[in-house]
């Protein structure tokens, strides 16, 4: 087996719900090389956790050339094993790409009318012979450091990629306090889009609190794993600590978690499409991931598994 390519534009939580379909490619297909075109730090993220192979932005010159008139295939995307096209309005670049002598071209709509994204991408896959996992996937990072996790404190990520999916900051800040009353440490968490909704919850607690600022989404993901508990919204942050195997509570109001909850082993889901949970909801939600069974044998089943491929040695 050559080279695969697979196309998945989109943000950060976009890129981990592709996880499933990536490892459940990875056991059809051992001996391909896997390359990802979509979120240039997400694209990372996975090539270091040794998922793909390669990482390409997609606003890279060759993936730019894709949507010319006519549609142009660089030189090492001919003659692929298998291209999948997650994206709307692939029909050009499916002829393109059959037209550059792939071998196989699956394209399929980002996300489904219904269900799980996660789900739907593995489901896409099954005219290559794709099946799905027995169990969700969760990512191992070779190199992060695990912390206390026993001594760590909570994180608290109040933003999102939008603001429509945060949950309001007077409820942010009664869940802070509850936390603190529990004798549960915390801090807050902030992105690059995120200075709006760290501040107005920094004003609501007082400036004593503290605020965490990771770099780049690797420093993000160790910084996760030696956290006691991720609290956040629908973000990119909640599914990186869900597939991380962190305890991770996910609140939602605005879009429907049975669609895009963050998937792992230790995941604990609060509101839903219509409504958002109350503190004390989420403070239940909290004592339940904590009290979830370990998180990392999943994990290290999964690296033990792909060792026994190579996957963790390839590119080393």
Known sequence: MGRIVVFRPGALGDTLLTVDALVALRHRFPDAGLELVGHGEGGRLLQAARLVDEATDFDAPGVTGLFRDPPSVPPQWEKAELVVLWMQEA???????????ARMVIAAMPEPEDGHVADYLVSSLASAGVEPLA?????????????????????????????????????????????AAGG????????????????????????????????????????????????????????????????TVAIFGASDPNRWAPRGPRVEVAGSSESWPSAEAVWAACQRAIQAPDRYPHTRALAERWSRHGYLNRGS
């Open 135 to 179: 169990e969700t996937a969760t990512l191992q990072l070779p190199g992060v450091k695990v912390g206390d996790v026993a001594a760590a404190a909570a994180l608290v990520h109040p933003g999102s990629g939008s603001v429509r999916k945060n949950w309001p900051t007077d409820r942010f800040a009664a869940l802070c306090r509850r936390l």
């Open 91 to 101: 029909g050009g670049l499916f002829q393109a790409f059959r037209g550059a002598g």
């Open 184 to 247: 549960i440490a915390f801090e807050l968490l902030e992105g690059p889009a995120d200075r709006e909704p760290v501040n107005r919850l920094v004003a609501a607690l007082g400036s004593s609190v503290k605020v965490s600022r990771p770099s780049n989404t690797l420093d993000l993901a160790e910084m996760l794993v030696s956290t006691r508990l991720l609290i956040g919204n629908d973000s990119g942050v909640s599914h990186l600590a869900a597939r991380l195997g962190v305890p």
